[in-house]
């Protein structure tokens, strides 16, 4: 019944560890809260990006570069923690804020 085995692998054979099945996120009012939070915050680069294609005019390019960089570091973090509604406002931002850079830039030649 028992086979020799190294003195390491008892713990296996007499405490078996239950694997536990992956818990899907619920969506509840606090996640919803959380995702309504994330639309203001990230889109409310939309107006500047507007503005910046149409006169030209917007926040000065090392203001927009230090957030650009702030949102590549907290996606990063957030990446690597599997917090998925951090990971999503993060991208969104980042992408807000590259377009507002590039819209910046071109204006700017």
């Known amino acids: 019944m028992f086979q020799?085995?190294?003195?390491?692998?008892?713990?296996?054979?007499?405490f078996p560890v239950k694997r536990q099945q992956?818990?899907?996120?619920?969506?509840?009012h606090t996640t919803a809260i959380g995702y309504i939070g994330l639309l203001l915050v990230q889109l409310n680069v939309?107006?500047?990006?507007?503005?910046a294609i149409?006169?030209?005019?917007s926040a000065p390019i090392a203001s927009?570069?230090?957030m650009v960089v702030g949102?590549?570091?907290y996606?990063?973090?957030?990446?690597?923690t599997g917090n998925m509604l951090?990971?999503?406002?993060?991208?969104?931002?980042?992408?807000?804020?590259l377009v507002l850079l590039f819209a910046v830039i071109l204006k700017g030649y």
Do not use: Q
């Open 4 to 14: 020799n085995k190294p003195a390491n692998d008892w713990n296996v054979i007499v």
């Open 22 to 28: 992956p818990k899907l996120a619920r969506f509840d």
């Open 46 to 51: 939309l107006p500047a990006i507007l503005e």
């Open 71 to 73: 949102l590549a570091c």
């Open 64 to 66: 927009i570069l230090m």
């Open 54 to 57: 149409k006169t030209g005019a």
């Open 86 to 97: 951090y990971t999503i406002g993060n991208g969104v931002g980042l992408a807000c804020n």
């Open 75 to 80: 996606l990063y973090h957030s990446v690597k």
